[in-house]
């Protein structure tokens, strides 16, 4: 009963990782359409990760009320209409109104699974659920860069999408008794949680502002790779709007690799040596994307970074127990989150107006000096973890 809940977990962060990667792959072809400049599609993704904000800051109500099975359910359901509501648009306005309902159903789904995982499941399931959006969205912009190929248009590559999410729906919904076994389980979890903590209080504590500041990079890195490398391509390296439809899905592709890499090794190397491992990775591949060349060398570049990006988010919740005790965990694990969607929603819209005005030339450039302060910031965090272990003992 357990391995069919789980399965069914894994299943919905498949289906949150699908849409991610649609907007950025489809973008070169659904710009000219829909008469805007080509960093509007930056305001479609800050919408998007807006609502995700406030859904996730209601998400912890919303399971209380009634439960994370019915929530997950809902919120993919919303998900599911507002991928058949992108299919259907014609002019720009309209991406902003769908943008609404993807936004708010996207942040319940991650924060009510990651916080049941959490919960219910080993840590090593954490970097396999990870895995499980990194398979969403790699499949993602192969879909639609198969549609785009074949002719059949981006229109299409949402709408298949948004079958798989109705399929989804009707699964959660009969999977929904499975989900109530739990929860007298999570009613002790919550009787075991710590003094909720106040913003001050938490930035007050050492290391605090470093991990804050380390989220709101490593979510800008990712969201602006994945939104902005196909326009890259096309506006910068000449590379055709279908080639680089599909190529988008390798940055994905190696975030799904290295994350399930990272639940087999994640006991064996320390949270600190696999992000890391992971920051110097990702800016080795910016590298490559700076770097003039051959297409592989191209296609390398955007591997790495999504291969970079694997350990570092999980490996950051993990490790923030360790980082500033675990009497303070539960408190500042929901700013950590709220920095992360902050840097989603806040860096594309930046990048795209950056590089609209000054030329896609600058795309790789912008995300090494991110990527530079993202390495910097977690070296500091560890410095001061350091320093206030030494003071406690």
Excluded at 278 to 292: D, M
Aim: aromatic content about 10%; proline content about 4%; hydrophobic content about 50%.
């Amino acid at each position: 009963m357990i391995s069919l809940l789980l399965a069914i977990i894994y299943l919905s962060f498949i289906s949150l990782g699908l849409p991610d990667g649609l907007l950025g792959a489809a973008w070169p072809s659904m710009q000219p359409g829909m008469g805007v400049a080509v960093g509007a599609a930056g305001i479609v993704s800050m919408t998007i990760s807006g609502c995700t904000i406030i859904s996730s800051l209601l998400s912890d109500r919303l399971i209380r009320k009634f439960g994370t099975g019915a929530v997950t359910a809902v919120s993919v359901g919303l998900t599911m209409v507002a991928l058949f509501g992108f299919s259907t648009c014609t002019r720009y306005w309209m991406l902003i109104l769908w943008a609404l309902p993807y936004g708010l159903g996207a942040g319940s789904v991650d924060a009510a699974l990651n916080a049941f995982v959490a919960l219910h499941y080993k840590a090593r399931h954490m970097s396999w659920l990870h895995c499980m959006w990194g398979v969403g969205t790699t499949i993602g912009p192969f879909v639609m860069g198969q549609c785009l190929t074949g002719g059949a248009g981006w229109q299409s590559g949402y709408r298949i999408i948004g079958l798989f999410q109705l399929v989804l729906t009707a699964i959660l919904v009969f999977s929904l008794p499975l989900w109530k076994k739990t929860a007298a389980a999570d009613a002790e979890s919550e009787e075991e949680k710590g003094h909720v903590r106040s913003i001050p209080e938490l930035l007050r504590m050492p290391g605090a502002k470093q991990v804050l500041v380390a989220f709101f990079c490593y979510c800008s890195v990712e969201t602006t790779t994945g939104l902005w490398s196909a326009s890259y391509m096309t506006g910068y390296r000449g590379v055709s709007a279908e080639r680089a439809a599909g190529w988008v899905s390798l940055f994905y592709l190696g975030i799904t690799i290295g994350r399930g890499l990272c639940g087999f090794i994640a006991g064996k190397l320390s949270d600190k040596t696999l992000i890391r491992a992971g920051e110097c990775i990702i800016i080795t591949g910016l590298v490559f994307l700076l770097i003039p060349g051959p297409d592989p060398l191209l296609c390398a570049g955007l591997l790495m970074i999504g291969f970079g990006c694997a350990p570092i988010y999980p490996s950051v919740i993990h490790s923030t127990p360790d980082n500033f005790g675990r009497d303070a965990s539960q408190s500042i694990m929901g700013v950590q989150m709220a920095s992360a969607y902050v840097g989603s929603t806040l860096t594309p819209p930046v990048v795209g107006g950056i590089v609209g005005k000054f030329g896609m030339q600058l795309f790789p450039i912008i995300l090494l000096i991110v990527a530079a302060a993202m390495l910097c910031m977690t070296e500091w965090l560890w410095k001061a973890r350091d320093a206030r272990v030494k003071t406690e003992g």
